[in-house]
């Protein structure tokens, strides 16, 4: 049993060894492939652990430093090959960054200020700055990398402590508020400016007092708001008397250059009127010539008028005379012509009546025709006309045949 078992040991160890051999001969023979595939993994886990690009955003620049000479170069945003080993890249912003002591911003603080009479102040400063960016170089050498922590909360202490101190806390808090942010901006705008940072603006904002001082400044504040009072009080009362003096004079001034405007003004206007008059009498004495010539006139015209009118209407009579004795003489004219004409008709009709006179039973039928209804009378035993009875007989030269009416009883209309 045991010499089975010690064979089997034996047998893969000859076995293995022949392998390591095999795989020894064939490493041999591909080393220079096996140590180039192994430079280059370590390679590829080099890029990959340190990449040899570095991406740089917007508003902020890049120091390029060479570890091996010491060289230093400026570059702007985007992509810059960083070669691990070889280079050092430190990254700046270029955009303006406020710094505010926010310790020291309130009275009862960590770090508040002191006054010249050694009071805690608390004082809300912004202080604007920014990296100069032709000087990002040298500041890569000679800065540290926390320039905001290590440059500039530094100079800024030192500056606003040390100005403080020199001014009281009535000077701090008002009267004095501009002289003091002027006179830090001037002192830190130079110590930064040795470090290569730009300075924008110092703004003091709210002053923080200590409880005590306050209270009493409030109490002295009204107190010299109440004497401030009084003071404007008593010389509104001083102004208003004066003005009622001014007022009073001014006045009397008026009333008297009034009077004296009123008794110049009516001696101007009697003198005025003294002079119009000696134009105004000769004038009126004019008027007066002219109206008594107007009336003269006006008299001579009425004279004439009337004188025209009694002509006119003498001429108007003898017109009108004239015109009805013309009138008188066309109706005697007229009469003896209509008297002429009625003779000649008599003697025509006397004429005819000779020659036809039954002309006078047909007459008198017409002219009995509108007033006769009926008549009912024989007709003449002669034969003649049936209103002989009534009309008369009328002799004639020559007997003629009477007009025989039918022996029928004749019917005439009666009108009404």
């Not at 004082?123 to 040298?138: E, F, N, Q």
């Not at 000077?171 to 508020?177: C, G, L, M, Q, T």
């Not at 002429?340 to 009995?368: F, H, M, T, Y």
Request: net charge negative; hydrophobic share 40%; glycine share 8%.
């Amino acid at each position: 049993m045991s010499e089975p078992n010690s064979s089997i040991p034996a047998t893969a160890l000859a076995a293995a060894g022949g392998l390591i051999a095999s795989a020894g001969a064939g490493v041999y023979r591909h080393r220079h492939g096996i140590l180039a595939w192994t430079v280059a993994a370590l390679c590829a886990y080099g890029v990959y652990s340190h990449p040899p690009l570095a991406n740089l955003e917007r508003g902020s620049i890049g120091v390029r430093i060479n570890q091996f000479s010491g060289a230093t170069e400026a570059i702007g945003e985007g992509n810059v090959v960083v070669v691990p080993g070889v280079h050092e890249l430190r990254r700046y912003s270029l955009r303006e960054q406020v710094y505010r002591p926010a310790e020291a911003a309130r009275a009862d603080g960590s770090a508040p200020f002191q006054s010249v009479e050694g009071l805690s102040i608390g004082l809300d400063v912004s202080v604007r700055y920014a990296l100069d960016p032709a000087r990002i170089a040298a500041l890569a050498h000679t800065q540290p990398e926390d320039i905001p922590g290590e440059v500039v909360e530094p100079a800024v202490q030192s500056v606003l402590y040390k100005t403080l101190a020199r001014y009281t806390v009535r000077e701090i808090f008002s009267s004095k508020r501009q002289e003091i942010r002027e006179a830090i901006e001037a002192e830190l705008k130079a110590l930064l400016d040795r470090d290569g940072i730009v300075l924008k603006q110092v703004l003091v904002g709210k002053v923080d007092l200590p409880a005590d001082y306050r209270a009493g400044m409030d109490r002295l504040l009204a107190e010299e708001l109440a004497s401030e009072k009084m003071r404007y009080t008593l010389d509104l009362k001083e102004k208003q008397v004066k003005e009622s003096e001014l007022e009073a004079l001014a006045d009397k001034t008026r009333r008297e250059t009034a009077a004296a405007a009123a008794g110049e003004e009516q001696i101007i206007a009697a003198r005025a009127q003294a002079e119009a008059m000696k134009h105004v009498l000769p004038f009126k004495q004019k008027q007066i010539e002219q109206r008594g010539l107007e009336a003269e006139a006006e008299k001579v015209a009425r004279i004439r008028g009337a004188e025209a009118n009694a002509e006119a209407r003498q001429i108007e009579a003898q017109g009108e005379a004239e015109s009805r004795r013309k009138l008188a003489d066309a109706e005697v004219y007229r009469q003896e012509r209509l008297g002429q004409v009625a003779s000649e008709q008599l003697a025509r009709d006397g004429a005819l009546i000779q020659k036809n006179p039954l002309l006078i039973q047909k007459a008198l039928a017409d002219k009995l025709s509108d007033k006769v209804s009926v008549i009912i009378a024989p007709p003449p035993a002669d034969g003649g006309f049936i209103g002989t009875n009534l009309i008369g007989r009328i002799p004639s030269p020559q007997p003629e045949a009477a007009l025989v009416a039918e022996p029928a009883t004749a019917a005439v209309a009666e009108g009404e």
